[in-house]
């Protein structure tokens, strides 16, 4: 029983080093959970200063590609630059060359105003000679044109002035039985009606040429197409120097074949445009040129 004090001393020095250690150990077990927070945290932000520094280095490479086009556009406009440039100096040359051409220029326009001074009055006469002709031709036009206009078809003739004379293009199946070279009563009518217009202007002459397409015929009355023309033309002058009293001296017939076509023959409606008579009004070749007669030139 001597013992019994000792015992209990020990037992509560046990007891107390327990107490102490539990509380150590909660203690550091606190530190730790602390720690374990602290550090996931601190991850957390890692990786934020990772992506952040992922962003930086797509943002260098970015602004790196914008300097290389930056670069090349500046190389480019460098270049440009000295294009112009020699283009400049090229100019200044050339200016310099045109300025001593342009001097010779000067001394031979003073010699040519000086030589046109003394063709002022022809000049003047042949501009009078052309309005007075294109006058004609033009009043001419608007007659055929309002004397023709009723019960004719605006496709089978045609009426336009071209420079000093004026044209009347009339169609084959209004003017000639098919194949042949005789008038249709139609043909007498139109006939008729440009003879008037022809009668009333005696300073003119008349042509007619005779046109077809490039279908060969060939019987007992047409040897070719050069024949057909011909006789088509020929019976268009007689029927205006016989039926309505056109003096021949104005009268010139002419044929041109399957030749100077409007339009392809390889087509139906193209050899119907080309089978044609044109009737061509012209101004005498006498009469033209009293037109440039010195007397006849305005003041």
Not at 24 to 32: A, G, I, M, T, V
Not at 139 to 166: C, F, P, R, S
Not at 237 to 256: C, F, S, T, W
């Amino acid at each position: 029983m001597k013992y019994t004090p000792k015992i209990l001393l020990l037992f509560l020095v046990c007891l107390m080093t327990t107490s102490c250690g539990k509380k150590k150990y909660e203690l550091l077990q606190s530190e730790l959970l602390l720690a374990n927070k602290d550090l996931g945290d601190c991850g957390v932000k890692l990786n934020d200063y990772m992506n952040q520094l992922s962003s930086c280095k797509q943002e260098v490479t970015n602004v790196r590609s914008q300097l290389d086009l930056r670069e090349e556009q500046i190389q480019d406009l460098r270049k440009q630059i000295e294009d112009y440039k020699n283009q400049r100096d090229q100019t200044i040359n050339q200016v310099g060359d045109l300025t001593v051409l342009s001097q010779a220029a000067n001394d031979n326009i003073a010699v040519t105003l000086a030589q046109l001074e003394t063709k002022d009055k022809y000049i003047t006469l042949l501009q009078a000679a052309r309005t007075k002709a294109d006058s004609i031709n033009l009043a001419l036009a608007v007659n055929l044109k309002g004397v023709l206009k009723d019960g004719i078809e605006d496709e089978d003739v045609n009426v336009k002035v071209d420079k000093t004379v004026v044209f009347i293009n009339l169609s084959d199946k209004m003017l000639y039985e098919s194949g042949s070279s005789t008038l249709t009563p139609k043909a007498h009518e139109v006939l008729g009606k440009i003879a008037k217009i022809i009668e009333s202007r005696p300073g003119l002459e008349v042509m007619v040429e005779g046109y077809t397409d490039n279908v060969p015929i060939s019987n007992s009355c047409m040897i070719d197409n050069w024949d057909l023309s011909v006789k088509r033309s020929t019976s268009v002058v007689r029927v205006l120097q016989k039926n309505y009293g056109i003096h021949p001296d104005r009268l010139i017939a002419a044929g041109r074949g399957e030749y100077n076509m409007l339009a392809s023959n390889e087509t139906a409606t193209g050899r119907s445009t080309n089978r044609r008579t044109r009737i061509i009004i012209l101004p005498k070749l006498g009469e033209f040129y009293d037109l440039l007669n010195p007397g006849y030139a305005p003041e």
